[in-house]
C-alpha cells in the first residue's frame, strides 16, 4: 500500500527560493583585494538570479538540458549562476580553471557547452581555447579583464551586469522531475579523458541536508563559512547549496587563493568554519608561522580531498583550529564521511578517530570488497577496495547528448555499487579508515605497504615540509617504496636520520631504501600529489636517488 504522504519535488530552486526568503539577510561577501569585500545577500543574489533566468533565456535562448558551463572563481556571481542554470532546467557545467589546456577543450566539447560564464581575470584562459571550442556561441564576462582577445572570434560577447540589467525579477521556475540533471562535474582525469558526473536535482537536495548535519558540517545562520574548495570542485562541497537552505554566510575568497590574503580574510572577516584541501593549510600553516595572525575564529575546518597529514592536525589544534577530517569525490558529490568522534570520549580518546577518514552518514552504505571478490569484515584490520551507494552517489558518466551512460566495470560493480578505488579499513563502529588508492599501494613480496602511512609519519618530522612515497620496481621484492622528500628550509636532515626516525612507529621491512630530495611535490589539478609525474621522474632516470643499505 501506499503512503497517504505529498510528493513535492526536490529541486535547486526551491532550495534557492527558501534561501532568498527565509534567509534573505544571510551574506556572500566576496573577496576583492579591497578594504572593503563585496557584500550580497542571499535577496539580492535570488532577484539577480531570476533576472538571469529571464536573460538567458529570453536573450540567449537557453533550453532545458542544456549544458551551461562556468569558468570562475568562489564569487557572488558563480553563486548566481548555481541558482540560475539549474532552477531553469538547464544543467550547470562547472568547469576546473586548473587544468591543462587540451583537458578543458576535451571537456568543453564533450559537453557540447554552448554558453560559457567567466570570470574577467580569466579571460587569458579562455580566449585562446576558443578557436577549439566549436559548440560555444555566448560569452559572458563577470569583472574586469581585458576583453580585446574576444573581437575576433565567432561569440557573441555579453558583459554580466548589463546582460541581467532591466530583466523581470521573477522567474517562473518549471517544475521540473526531481531526478532530472542538475549540474555535472567531470572528474580530474589522472588516467584516461575526464568523466562527466551529472547530478540530479534530488541528490543536490539530499546531499545539502546531509552536509548540513550536525553529524556533518553542522552550520547555523550564525555562521560563516570560508569557502576555499573551488566551485568547480564537487559544487565547492555541496556548501552554496546547504548554505542556501540554513543561512549560513558564504565567504568567498575569490583569485585571493595565496595563503597571506586567505590568512587576512580569516583575520578580518573571522569565519566559524572553512573548507579546503590539505596543501590549502599546509601553506598557511607556513605563512602564520611566519607571519603570526589569529584564526581562532574558525572554530572547525572541514579538510579533505586528500589524507590530512596528523601533523597538520596537530598544529592546528594548537593554533585553537580544529580540522575535521572528511572523505569524498566527484561520484559522491562528494560527502562520504566524516570524523566525528563518538561521543564521551576524552580529547586523547578522541585522537585516533579524528585521524580516520570518518564515519558513513546513514544515507552513504559502505563494504569492502577484497582481492578476490569477497565482501570483508568491519574489524578494523582487513582491508580491501571501498565501495559505495546511495541517493547522491553516480551510477554512471555521462556519455553525450542522447548516448547511453558509461558504466566501466572497474568503476561499477555488477550489482550496481561504485567503486572508489580507495583501499582502507573499516572497524565494527563504522570508522572508515584508508591506507591508499588501489593504485598508489606499494606491493612488496606480497604485503601491502601503505604509502600513505609513510607519507604521514614522515610529514611528522620536524624537518620535512612534505613528503610523498611512490611504488617503484624492485628486482627481488616486486616493488619496493621511493621516499621523495621536500625538506624545510635550512633543514641538514639525512636519509639515515630519516630512516631511523620512520623506524620508530613503522615495521622494519617497510622502510624505504630508496630517498630523494625534490623542490616540491608535484599537485593535480586540484592540489593532490600526483604520484603518476613522480614515478614517471623515476622511470626517465629524472630524480637523483640515494639507496641505503
Ligand atoms: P576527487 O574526485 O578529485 O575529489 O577525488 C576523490 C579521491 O580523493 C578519493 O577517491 C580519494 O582517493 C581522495 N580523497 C578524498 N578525500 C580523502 C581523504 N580524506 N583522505 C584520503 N584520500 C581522500
Redesign the pocket.
Known amino acids: 500500500m501506499l503512503s497517504t504522504m505529498q510528493d513535492v519535488p526536490l529541486l535547486v530552486s526551491r532550495i534557492l527560493q527558501h534561501g532568498m526568503t527565509i534567509h534573505g539577510s544571510s551574506q556572500v561577501s566576496t573577496w576583492t583585494g579591497e578594504p572593503e569585500p563585496q557584500r550580497r545577500s542571499f535577496a539580492e543574489i535570488g532577484t539577480r538570479t531570476h533576472r538571469l533566468a529571464h536573460a538567458l533565456r529570453d536573450e540567449l535562448g537557453v533550453r532545458q538540458d542544456e549544458r551551461v558551463a562556468t569558468l570562475m572563481w568562489n564569487n557572488a556571481e558563480h553563486v548566481e549562476a548555481y541558482f540560475a542554470i539549474p532552477s531553469m532546467g538547464a544543467v550547470l557545467h562547472t568547469l576546473n580553471l586548473r587544468l591543462p589546456p587540451e583537458q578543458l577543450v576535451f571537456i568543453v566539447n564533450h559537453a557540447a557547452d554552448r554558453v560559457v560564464f567567466v570570470n574577467g581575470s580569466l579571460l587569458p584562459l579562455l580566449v585562446p581555447l576558443l578557436p577549439h571550442l566549436p559548440t560555444v556561441e555566448h560569452v559572458i564576462v563577470s569583472g574586469p579583464g581585458d576583453r580585446s582577445g574576444l573581437e575576433a572570434l565567432p561569440v557573441r560577447v555579453h558583459d554580466y551586469e548589463d546582460l541581467i540589467a532591466d530583466r523581470p525579477t521573477a522567474y517562473p521556475w518549471p517544475e521540473l522531475d526531481e531526478r532530472q540533471a542538475a549540474a555535472m562535474c567531470y572528474?580530474?582525469g589522472t588516467t584516461g579523458d575526464p568523466k562527466g558526473v551529472v547530478y540530479s536535482h534530488r541528490s543536490i537536495y539530499l546531499h545539502s541536508m546531509q552536509v548540513n548535519m550536525t553529524e556533518s558540517m553542522g552550520l547555523t545562520g550564525r555562521d560563516t563559512t570560508l569557502v576555499v574548495v573551488p566551485q568547480f570542485?564537487?559544487n565547492a562541497w555541496g556548501l552554496p547549496h546547504a548554505t542556501f537552505m540554513t543561512g549560513v554566510n558564504m565567504l568567498m575568497p575569490d583569485r585571493f587563493l595565496q595563503p597571506g590574503p586567505l590568512a587576512e580574510m580569516i583575520e578580518r572577516e573571522k569565519p566559524s568554519h572553512a573548507a579546503a584541501v590539505p596543501t590549502i593549510w599546509q601553506g598557511l600553516l607556513a605563512e602564520v608561522t611566519a607571519n603570526p595572525r589569529d584564526l581562532s575564529s574558525m572554530k572547525q575546518v572541514t579538510?579533505?580531498?586528500?589524507?590530512?597529514p596528523p601533523a597538520l592536525m596537530e598544529a592546528y589544534d594548537r593554533l585553537g583550529v580544529r580540522l575535521c577530517?572528511?572523505?569524498?569525490?566527484?561520484?559522491t558529490s562528494?560527502l562520504g564521511t566524516m570524523a566525528h568522534p563518538p561521543a564521551g570520549l576524552t580529547a586523547e580518546e578522541e585522537w585516533p578517530y579524528r585521524l580516520t577518514?570518518g564515519r558513513f552518514p546513514a544515507g552513504v552504505e559502505a563494504r569492502l570488497v577484497g582481492p578476490g571478490g569477497d565482501v570483508l569484515p568491519w574489524d578494523g584490520a582487513s582491508a580491501g577496495e571501498l565501495e559505495v551507494r546511495g541517493n547522491w552517489i553516480a551510477a554512471a558518466y555521462y556519455n553525450g547528448d542522447g548516448a547511453e551512460p558509461l558504466r566501466p566495470e572497474d568503476k561499477f560493480s555488477a550489482d550496481g555499487w561504485l567503486k572508489?578505488?580507495?583501499v582502507g579499513v573499516i572497524s565494527a563502529d563504522g570508522y572508515l579508515t584508508?591506507t591508499d588508492?588501489a593504485k598508489d599501494v606499494i606491493k612488496s613480496g606480497g604485503e601491502w605497504i601503505s604509502s600513505?602511512e609513510l607519507e604521514n609519519a614522515l610529514m611528522a618530522h620536524p624537518d620535512v615540509a612534505e613528503a610523498a612515497v611512490v611504488a617503484v620496481p624492485d628486482e627481488k621484492w616486486g616493488e619496493r617504496p621511493l621516499a621523495t622528500v621536500v625538506l624545510k628550509p635550512g633543514s641538514t636532515v639525512d636519509y639515515d636520520a630519516l630512516r631511523a626516525f620512520l623506524g620508530e612507529t613503522i615495521a622494519k621491512w617497510q622502510l624505504p631504501e630508496r630517498w630523494t630530495v625534490i623542490d616540491a611535490v608535484p599537485k593535480t589539478s586540484?592540489g593532490?600529489f600526483d604520484k603518476k609525474v613522480i614515478r614517471k621522474q623515476y622511470a626517465d632516470g629524472a630524480l637523483e636517488v640515494t639507496t641505503l643499505g
Do not use: N, Y
Not at 325 to 331: F, K, P, V
Open positions: 572528474t580530474s570542485h564537487v579538510i579533505g580531498g586528500s589524507a590530512c577530517h572528511a572523505w569524498g569525490m566527484t561520484e562528494p577518514q572508489t578505488g580507495d584508508l588508492r600513505v586540484v593532490k
